[in-house]
């Protein structure tokens, strides 16, 4: 049986993957939060001079929004956890799948806030008007940040994937 060269199972390269897929989930999922937050917050703005009493029930979508940066982070915790910085310890497998759950985690997460946003803006201003746009509002805010909990999920369960990979001296020449 011919073993493969360490190099090749465990190249420098597979720090930089690993490493970019811990920021990606941590920029993505923060600049998903932050659009969000912002878009709705301009919406409750606009509620508070309509309806202020409303304001507490207006700020739904604000904090799901937010919600959305501490799936990017506990994504980044997890990846930046399972890098083992010592030689022929992190192979090129895990760096790639890695890479792949940030991806995942990040960029499900900005799509929901994008979706949060532009939701959250138009139904708290239609809420100031219409008491009974609440409900539909809610509905819609569940199914937008379901986005960035798939892209959680499934970036979870890459982590778990990226364990299987070998580790180790005695795997290679």
């Known amino acids: 049986m011919v073993l493969p060269a360490c190099a ?15 920021v990606s989930a941590l920029v993505f999922a923060n600049l998903g939060a932050s659009y969000g ?14 309806d202020a009493s409303k304001i507490m ?8 929004a937010g919600i959305l940066g501490i799936y ?9 956890s399972s890098i083992d910085a010592g030689q022929n310890k992190y192979a090129a497998g895990a760096g790639y799948v890695h890479f792949g759950a940030g991806l995942a985690a990040g ?3 900005l799509a929901a806030g994008l979706a949060i946003g532009i939701v959250g803006d138009t139904s708290v201003r239609a ?6 746009v609440f409900v539909a509002m809610i509905l819609m805010l569940i199914f937008a940040e379901a986005l960035g909990l798939y892209g959680l999920i499934i970036s979870l369960l890459m982590g778990g994937t990226a364990q ?10």
């Open 8 to 22: 090749d199972l465990f190249p420098q390269s597979a720090y930089f993957f690993g490493a970019m897929g811990c």
């Open 37 to 50: 937050t912002a878009k709705a917050g301009v919406g409750l703005a606009h509620l508070s001079l309509v």
């Open 57 to 64: 029930r207006g700020i739904v979508p604000v904090v799901m």
């Open 72 to 80: 990017g982070l506990i994504v980044a915790v997890i990846i930046n």
């Open 107 to 109: 960029l499900s997460s």
């Open 127 to 132: 809420y100031g008007k219409q008491k009974a």
């Open 164 to 173: 299987s990979f070998p580790k180790g001296d005695d795997k290679c020449i």
